[in-house]
């Protein structure tokens, strides 16, 4: 069961509403595929407000998560840490360019092109989002081949950084000869390497295995035995035995497993990378741990589980392995789930429900 990012999803929904508005008819096709560019740091400006080395080091994060989606199109991606300077957010298109181009004089891009973008954001109740898009690429000697500014963007969480950055990337790929990439078989270059490194996720190949390992047993889950391990929840020493036999028994009356609780607590602490603290790399270090800790004490079941959570709830990560400790599948739960907003998420008991709801799509394929 292949682990997937709500935040990715809602922005593909948006990019297959909107893409039709974005480019204009008479745009000529770019030639990139298969072309190396260098993207430079895109950083989220305000224009009452001058860049500091946080934001800019920020907009080198814009630039890769924008850079793996040309690479999945079909390019070759590097990203820049050097941030064009005197570009501000307040500039317009043709000043952007302008000023690039004068950088560029100065920095030679080896690349067959380089694309510089700024995102100019606002306040909301959802964190900064994104209200203009000022993008460019330019040849190696810093001339402009296209340009582009996306004034029209959406509201709410649409609006966030990660939607803008998808927008940015499928506008480029909409005026040029790029094609969209078949899901299942996308490119796995550097950058996507990288950004597996960064949230914690093992190598695709290792991931290809699991999602194998997944479809071979999934048939067989509700004849199948399950040993469910304390809770393990943010903050405290010792797991929780209760939340283990709840979901046990709901488990095992939904006819999803044949469960049961391990007195055994584990005793493994998840922790927040300070660096990289996104809750995809926390579910993945807490992986790793009960995979360690299973090659020391395999359980005598077909498969094991592990919950963590944070009371009052702010996430439900689901951990589940073989007796032997081998991964079958990881997935988490956060607010952007719905089936997380429809409960206060206050106490255990929500834990232990939103738990089951969770397994439950996994195991059914959802």
Not at 299 to 322: F, G, I, K, M, S
Request: a negative charge; glycine letters at 6%.
């Amino acid at each position: 069961m292949k682990t997937r990012n709500p935040k990715w999803i809602a922005a593909a929904a948006l990019i297959a509403a909107t893409a039709g508005s974005i480019c204009n008819a008479e745009e000529s096709q770019l030639n990139l595929q298969g072309k190396s560019i260098t993207v430079y740091p895109i950083v989220l400006g305000r224009s009452d407000k001058p860049d500091d080395a946080d934001t800019i080091k920020f907009g080198v994060l814009i630039a890769e998560v924008v850079g793996l989606r040309l690479e999945q199109y079909g390019m070759n991606v590097g990203v820049s840490t050097n941030c064009p300077q005197p570009i501000t957010s307040c500039d317009g298109l043709v000043q952007m360019k302008e000023k690039f181009q004068t950088f560029a004089a100065g920095n030679r891009n080896e690349t067959d092109s380089a694309l510089f973008a700024r995102f100019e954001i606002r306040p909301s109740k959802y964190g900064p989002a994104v209200s203009r898009i000022c993008a460019l690429i330019t040849d190696p000697a810093g001339q402009a081949v296209w340009s582009k500014e996306i004034t029209e963007l959406p509201e709410g969480r649409e609006g966030c950084a990660l939607g803008a950055c998808m927008m940015l990337a499928d506008t480029i790929r909409a005026a040029s000869d790029l094609a969209e990439p078949d899901p299942e078989h996308a490119p796995y270059g550097p950058l996507a390497k990288l950004m597996d490194q960064r949230n914690g996720l093992p190598p695709k190949p290792e991931r290809d295995v699991m999602e194998q390992r997944y479809e071979a047993a999934h048939a067989s889950f509700e004849t199948s035995t399950l040993s469910v391990y304390p809770f393990r929840i943010w903050e405290t020493e010792a797991g929780s035995a209760e939340g283990a036999e709840a979901l046990a028994k709901k488990l095992t009356e939904a006819g999803l497993f044949q469960a049961s609780a391990m007195k055994t607590d584990t005793r493994l602490v998840a922790t927040r990378d300070p660096d990289q603290p996104s809750q995809m790399k926390i579910m993945w270090d807490t992986a790793r741990d009960f995979r360690a800790y299973l090659r020391e004490h395999p359980a005598d079941t077909d498969y094991t589980l592990l919950v963590d959570v944070t009371v009052p709830v702010h996430h439900v990560h689901l951990v589940l392995c073989e007796g032997s400790g081998e991964w079958v599948t990881a997935s988490l739960m956060n607010s952007h789930h719905p089936e997380f907003k429809e409960l206060n998420s206050r106490t255990l008991e929500d834990a232990i429900t939103l738990a089951f709801k969770r397994l439950e799509m996994v195991l059914k394929g959802k």
